[in-house]
């Protein structure tokens, strides 16, 4: 925690002119300010854009595998033959998996 050199320090006597009731009345103060909200019900309120896509199909066009391709067998996904690292016991291995 930093520490500002420059603000005015209390002395033995400021501290002990605090009394208990000052001290009780300064704590109250700062736990008083807090609410207590209910997460659920804060979070039902909430609409988020675009959240509803229960009326929604999704088109996608699936290409199947090209012949410039293959399937890494570490990862399951389908890379270029650039990403080629190595084969493993004849199945081909992606840069990712095999570095």
Do not use: W
């Not at 320090?9 to 002990?16: F, G, Q, V, W």
């Not at 929604?56 to 293959?70: G, H, K, N, T, Y």
């Amino acid at each position: 925690m930093a520490t500002d050199y420059d603000t005015p320090r209390k002395t033995d006597d400021d501290l002990n002119e605090d009394s208990i009731e000052e001290l009780k009345a300064r704590r109250n103060e700062k736990s008083g300010s807090s609410v207590d909200v209910d997460e659920f019900d804060a979070a039902e309120g909430l609409e988020l854009p675009g959240a509803d896509l229960s009326n929604e199909e999704l088109s996608v066009r699936v290409l199947p595998r090209q012949a410039d391709e293959f399937t890494c067998m570490s990862c399951f996904l389908v890379h270029h033959r650039s990403q080629l690292y190595s084969e493993k016991n004849g199945n081909p291995i992606c840069r990712d998996c095999g570095a």
